[in-house]
């Protein structure tokens, strides 16, 4: 008998909904899965975002307070979406209500915040599970597997890459996002968080850094009203834009290899161009999250002039066979999102974690943290233990 998880969804702009699509889509790609999630309550401050919410997606009852869900017997999961200023007082307070979480990156404002919700996760005995989507591609988590077989010999060398449009251009408002209060870091905990993980996830963990950051977009306009996304707010009050753009990092890694992580949110001409090439003694590994399904992939002797191969993904790898039957049938980034709900709610019936946790991100966290320190001091920083 399939038993219902009652789950509730804080924060309901993009990622709440993608969050929402992800448990809908369970019992299609995991019929097996021993809970089902049923929708208790979506909160969400903005005016009529959860009632809109609940009426379009399903959800029992709505509310523009989340303390409501922490003390609601009825929910017992909790996917919390919300900007990230919130991601520690709502985290720390749904894991000593008991519940289990599904919390998205950056966990907090800094590495403080986010040790601050694991240990609450940990103190009180239950599941906590974080969004590092991209790591659940089949493809990367083939490209892992074969850099731990030794596939391409001993890795030397990494170079992560997360390149975006999306507040490129001039008239991008002045929202959260831009403001240390609210926002804390920018492209660091927007996307370079993600490049942190992927580099641990692949070769292991990170030693020291050094860094660079800059912000190339200065001010930005004030909105008028509530916004969604990446709103744009021509003629607005100008204000300040208070957090980087640009970040640059050398990395050493306590295998020995070498890396360079690089985001950078105002980059005209780039829409999610997310990667990373690892290169070994023996070969190289190649992923483009554009071609997600495909990994370049060079092995041999040759170690000159050796060719590199296309492999597209299909069911051995990852979770892939959930989703498609054969390689090369396409999948999307919601795909990784269902994943992640899958091993979410695979870790609260087994109590077991599966999947990118708590740890995980104390870990991107410890990362960011020595990023930012190497960016205002200009030396190496150890990163530590998190």
């Not at 005016?47 to 009825?74: H, K, L, M, Q, Y």
């Not at 993980?197 to 050094?210: E, K, N, Q, W």
């Not at 050398?250 to 829409?271: D, H, I, N, T, Y």
């Not at 051995?316 to 990784?336: K, S």
């Given at each position: 008998m399939v038993d219902a998880l009652g789950v509730a969804v804080v924060g309901f702009g993009w990622m709440g909904r993608v969050h929402t699509r992800a448990y809908a889509r369970l019992p299609h790609h995991y019929p097996g899965l021993p809970l089902r999630p049923r929708l208790v309550t979506v909160a969400e401050e903005v005016p009529g975002r959860a009632e809109e919410a609940a009426g379009r997606f399903g959800f029992a009852r709505s509310t523009r307070d989340w303390r409501e869900v922490a003390a609601d017997p009825r929910v017992q999961a909790v996917s919390i979406t919300a900007p990230n200023f919130l991601h520690r007082e709502i985290g720390v307070a749904m894991a000593e209500a008991g519940k289990h979480i599904w919390i998205e990156k950056p966990v907090g404002l800094t590495g403080e915040d986010t040790r601050a919700v694991a240990d609450a996760v940990a103190r009180s005995g239950v599941q906590g599970a974080v969004g590092f989507n991209y790591r659940n591609a089949p493809a990367v988590e083939a490209a892992r597997e074969l850099l731990a077989s030794g596939g391409i010999g001993t890795v030397t060398h990494v170079r992560i890459r997360l390149f975006s449009d999306y507040a490129a251009h001039p008239e991008t408002a002045l929202t959260w996002r831009y403001e240390r209060e609210r926002g804390g870091s920018g492209v660091l905990g927007d996307l370079a968080s993600h490049g942190a993980d992927l580099a641990r996830f692949l070769l292991g963990d990170i030693a020291s850094v050094t860094a660079d950051t800059a912000v190339f977009v200065p001010e930005r306009a004030r909105p008028a009203g509530v916004t969604a996304g990446h709103a744009r707010a021509p003629g607005g009050e100008p204000g300040r834009v208070e957090n980087e753009d640009y970040a640059g990092c050398l990395l050493r890694f306590a295998s020995g290899a070498r890396g360079v992580l690089e985001a950078c949110r105002v980059s005209v001409g780039e829409q999610n161009n997310y990667g990373f090439e690892v290169h070994g003694t023996r070969g190289a590994v190649f992923?483009?999250?554009?071609?997600?399904?495909?990994?370049?992939?060079?092995?041999?002797?040759?170690?000159?002039?050796?060719?590199?191969?296309?492999?597209?993904?299909?069911?051995?790898?990852?979770?892939?066979?959930?989703?498609?039957?054969?390689?090369?049938?396409?999948?999307?980034?919601?795909?990784?999102?269902?994943?992640?709900?899958?091993?979410?709610?695979?870790?609260?019936?087994?109590?077991?974690?599966?999947?990118?946790?708590?740890?995980?991100?104390?870990?991107?966290?410890?990362?960011?943290?020595?990023?930012?320190?190497?960016a205002r001091s200009g030396s190496w920083v150890d990163v530590g233990a998190g």
């Amino acid at each position: 008998m399939v038993d219902a998880l009652g789950v509730a969804v804080v924060g309901f702009g993009w990622m709440g909904r993608v969050h929402t699509r992800a448990y809908a889509r369970l019992p299609h790609h995991y019929p097996g899965l021993p809970l089902r999630p049923r929708l208790v309550t979506v909160a969400e401050e903005v005016p009529g975002r959860a009632e809109e919410a609940a009426g379009r997606f399903g959800f029992a009852r709505s509310t523009r307070d989340w303390r409501e869900v922490a003390a609601d017997p009825r929910v017992q999961a909790v996917s919390i979406t919300a900007p990230n200023f919130l991601h520690r007082e709502i985290g720390v307070a749904m894991a000593e209500a008991g519940k289990h979480i599904w919390i998205e990156k950056p966990v907090g404002l800094t590495g403080e915040d986010t040790r601050a919700v694991a240990d609450a996760v940990a103190r009180s005995g239950v599941q906590g599970a974080v969004g590092f989507n991209y790591r659940n591609a089949p493809a990367v988590e083939a490209a892992r597997e074969l850099l731990a077989s030794g596939g391409i010999g001993t890795v030397t060398h990494v170079r992560i890459r997360l390149f975006s449009d999306y507040a490129a251009h001039p008239e991008t408002a002045l929202t959260w996002r831009y403001e240390r209060e609210r926002g804390g870091s920018g492209v660091l905990g927007d996307l370079a968080s993600h490049g942190a993980d992927l580099a641990r996830f692949l070769l292991g963990d990170i030693a020291s850094v050094t860094a660079d950051t800059a912000v190339f977009v200065p001010e930005r306009a004030r909105p008028a009203g509530v916004t969604a996304g990446h709103a744009r707010a021509p003629g607005g009050e100008p204000g300040r834009v208070e957090n980087e753009d640009y970040a640059g990092c050398l990395l050493r890694f306590a295998s020995g290899a070498r890396g360079v992580l690089e985001a950078c949110r105002v980059s005209v001409g780039e829409q999610n161009n997310y990667g990373f090439e690892v290169h070994g003694t023996r070969g190289a590994v190649f992923w483009d999250f554009r071609r997600m399904n495909e990994l370049g992939v060079s092995r041999g002797t040759a170690y000159q002039d050796q060719p590199v191969s296309t492999v597209h993904v299909g069911p051995g790898a990852g979770e892939y066979a959930a989703f498609q039957p054969g390689a090369a049938n396409a999948m999307g980034f919601d795909d990784l999102k269902v994943i992640e709900a899958y091993r979410f709610l695979r870790s609260v019936a087994e109590g077991t974690p599966y999947g990118a946790t708590l740890r995980d991100a104390v870990c991107s966290a410890a990362v960011l943290d020595a990023i930012t320190r190497s960016a205002r001091s200009g030396s190496w920083v150890d990163v530590g233990a998190g």
